[in-house]
């Protein structure tokens, strides 16, 4: 198993330049999720999916797009990058939801993106 | 809005001591809480976790506490070792699918 794997690693992006955030698990996971992490603020929900062809808000999605359209995949697409989209983006899974379930949630590396 | 917080953001400890790391929270209704160890380039990895119906949960070299009355959480590593060096983060939810993490302890293991 690869558990979760983001693409790209690093990203560079020009003010207003558009992107997607790849995110693909192999454990079957109903539940997925996007983080943003910033020096001093933890991380953020963006958006989660609790299955395929289901979405949800976080604490922090504007500006940012998802998609479920299977089990594995979970893109995370920024329309319009701007520079307080700055940040390392985690993508995380898990068999369930964190309650009632407590089931572990599983990161992926990180996505470091910066917008010039 | 919720707020997860932790005392103190670095704490170096000796290789072979204990280690404690703190975390306060504000919501009452919190009733689910984890623990996360992050390493350098990497993404937080899940430690333990505790619900809010008990006060304490111990793992491998690891045990956490909960205090409702104080809203307080804390991690204990026992004989800390070089690996354990990295950032931890509490994270806390309410019922929704919504995790809110603390800003990270950076742990440093002093050889």
């Known amino acids: 198993n690869a558990g979760v794997t983001q693409t790209p690693k690093f990203q560079v992006l020009k003010t207003g330049q558009s992107m997607t955030l790849q995110c693909a698990q192999d454990m079957n996971h109903e539940y997925m999720s996007w983080y943003r992490q910033d020096p001093g603020m933890g991380l953020r929900l963006i958006h989660y999916s609790v299955g395929a062809g289901i979405t949800d808000q976080g604490e922090v999605p504007n500006g940012y797009n998802v998609s479920r359209s299977t089990t594995e995949d979970f893109p995370l697409r920024l329309l319009s990058a701007a520079p307080s989209q700055t940040s390392v983006y985690f993508c995380?899974?898990?068999?369930?939801?964190?309650?009632?379930?407590?089931?572990?949630?599983?990161f992926g590396q990180g996505t470091r993106l910066t917008v010039v | 809005g919720e707020s997860v917080g932790l005392h103190l953001p670095t704490l170096s400890v000796q290789e072979g001591d204990n280690s404690i790391i703190n975390c306060a929270y504000s919501n009452s209704a919190s009733d689910y809480f984890i623990w996360y160890k992050q390493e350098s380039g990497k993404g937080p990895q899940f430690i333990i976790d505790i619900r809010s119906n008990m006060d304490k949960r111990q793992g491998q070299r690891v045990t956490v506490l909960l205090n409702k009355t104080v809203k307080h959480l804390s991690l204990q590593i026992a004989a800390t070792q070089p690996g354990d060096s990295a950032v931890y983060f509490c994270?806390?939810?309410?019922?929704?699918?919504?995790?809110?993490f603390g800003t990270g302890t950076r742990l440093t293991v002093i050889p």
């Open positions: 995380a899974s898990s068999l369930g939801g964190h309650v009632p379930l407590n089931t572990e949630a599983f």
């Open positions: 994270a806390e939810t309410s019922g929704a699918n919504n995790l809110f």
